[in-house]
């Protein structure tokens, strides 16, 4: 697995809410953006990356190989880490209300197990061809599905950035979880919206295709986020697929 991350506060944001962890020797990749005043969303989604980092190292998930097993696995993991934020949020007055999105990619031989709660992203590239894995947890995704509004509404609307799940928001959390078989090649992004908003999709595929490694692939679409303007945090981790990922 070849693997690039980085993360970056932008041009317009005085401190970075964003985080993310490369666990490569288990093969599980997160990103998670933070919201809340003060540096209370900085705590939650470091909080949140780091929680899921232990809960993945003091759990093993050897022999694990059915599909619910895994789903269960990564249920148990947010919840324990969502208990952990909103015990955080109550005892400190400074915390309060803060909560944060997280995705999770985990790989497995020929399988893609994406988990999330709110509007960080997942994408898959094939050929050239990106596909959104994820579903935002938002409100303006919600008026979309429901044919409210049209996609060229949701893009310009007020409320596009207020989300509907969170890690830390509540007491019970709804994770959504995917699964996708890879192939040699495939390139797989998790991303927050202060990338994704600001490169469109074509420029997306544009960097992800470049000849180049994935360390340099995360630089140029930091670059690319900031010259679109950079008006919020930007973090993503990016992973090209191997022969040796899937024998």
């Known amino acids: 697995m070849e693997v690039g991350f980085k993360t970056d506060k932008g041009q317009r944001r005085s401190n970075n809410e964003d985080a993310c962890f490369v666990m490569k020797k288990d093969r599980v990749f997160i990103v998670a953006d933070g919201v809340g005043g003060n540096n209370s969303g900085e705590i939650a989604s470091r909080t949140c990356v780091n929680g899921i980092a232990k809960y993945v190292e003091t759990n093993t998930m050897e022999g694990l190989t059915e599909t619910a097993e895994i789903r269960t696995y990564f249920e148990d993991c947010l919840k324990d880490v969502n208990f952990k934020i909103l015990e955080m949020s109550q005892r400190f007055e400074k915390n309060k209300g803060m909560a944060t999105t997280a995705v999770i990619a985990y790989v497995l031989e020929d399988q893609l197990y994406i988990v999330n709660v709110g509007d960080s992203r997942a994408y898959l590239l094939r050929g050239g061809v990106l596909t959104q894995i994820t579903e935002d947890h938002t409100y303006v995704n919600t008026l979309l599905k429901a044919g409210v509004i049209s996609e060229e509404e949701a893009e310009h609307h007020e409320n596009k950035n207020m989300i509907t799940r969170a890690v830390g928001a509540d007491y019970i959390i709804e994770p959504d979880f995917f699964q996708r078989s890879i192939e040699v090649g ?55 697929v191997t022969e040796d990922d899937v024998r």
């Open 186 to 240: 495939d390139m797989i992004l998790l991303c927050t919206d202060g990338l994704y908003g600001e490169v469109g999709k074509s420029e997306l595929i544009s960097r992800l295709t470049e000849e180049e490694t994935m360390t340099h692939i995360c630089n140029e679409l930091v670059e690319a986020a900031n010259r679109n303007g950079g008006s919020d945090n930007i973090t993503m981790v990016v992973l090209k």
